[in-house]
């Protein structure tokens, strides 16, 4: 296993940072200008790694036996948006508008008394965009994180108790509690999503009835012997008729459930 030699890689680093840099700002750029287009409220964060962090990782991937060290995230994008069903949009416009090399789910493996930050992970190809020759044991491509909110606050959170703390704590009772945690925010994005959903089906439902009141208000204006305030009794009945809330009590009905028997799910871990 042959140690690089720091010197050679710094002075090859440094040539090539700005050049990374300027690929980078391209990048985010572009996939603000899609994810924008595509109605979705995200935040877009993008790092080109320092010398010292790809130095380190290179000798730490070579320290654990790595016959060929190659890395894939010497540029990083993390796009942080509200709802799990806007992960799955900005994966589509990715896989439409790149060349996607590869896609990993994080946090997949892991059980429910299991904790760990979920991720999906998109490995895009950086072949046009980087003309300049990769840096030694690099490939030109980019890594995307796509995190909701709450996953990236655990993934945040998580970093800071785990891998950053110097000692470790980390007994079954903690376990358990960290468990708890990230079922409770895994729920509360599922949550999130279905109330966002019962939103936009109220809102398309409105907006039907809008389109159908005021095709009936059309039609009545043809209709001979109706006069001005006629049309506003029947205009004015039509806007008040009485919405449906079956769907609204039925949402909340299973919001409930899904919250006690997580509770009691967590009594048994």
């Known amino acids: 296993m042959r140690i690089p030699e720091r010197r050679k890689l710094e002075e090859e680093y440094r040539g090539q940072a700005a ?8 990048l985010l750029r572009r996939l603000q200008r899609l994810i924008e287009a595509a109605g979705i409220n995200a935040s877009i964060k993008y790092r080109v790694k320092s010398f010292e962090s790809y130095f380190e990782k290179i000798l730490r991937l070579r320290k654990q036996g790595a016959s060929r060290t190659v890395l894939t995230d010497v540029i990083g994008f993390r796009v942080v948006c509200p709802f799990l069903s806007d992960l799955d949009t900005v994966e589509r416009i990715l896989h439409e ?3 996607v090399l590869e896609t990993e789910s994080k946090g997949a493996e892991h059980s429910f008394r299991e904790f760990g930050y979920s991720s999906v992970h998109v490995m895009i190809d950086l072949t046009q965009e980087l003309k300049v020759r990769a840096l030694p044991s ?3 491509v980019a890594e995307v994180q796509l995190r909701t909110i709450l996953q990236d606050a655990w993934a945040e959170v998580e970093h800071e108790l785990v891998y950053k703390s110097e000692t470790t704590l980390l007994d079954e009772p903690i376990k358990r ?18 109330i966002r959903e019962y939103q936009r089906e109220v809102q398309e439902r409105d907006n039907r009835r809008k389109a159908s009141v005021e095709e009936r208000a059309l039609s009545y204006e043809t209709v001979p012997g109706l006069d001005e305030q006629e049309l506003s009794f029947i205009r004015q ?15 909340e009905r299973l919001i409930f459930e899904a919250l006690a028997a997580h509770s009691l799910s967590l009594i048994h871990i």
């Open 19 to 26: 050049k990374y840099d300027a690929v980078a700002q391209r």
């Open 237 to 251: 009945d039509d806007a008040q008729a009485p919405r449906p809330v079956a769907h609204r009590n039925e949402l």
């Open 97 to 99: 508008d790149f060349r």
């Open 138 to 140: 690099t490939k030109r």
């Open 177 to 194: 509690k960290l468990a708890a945690l990230n079922a409770t925010l895994t729920l509360s994005d599922i949550i999130f999503q279905e």
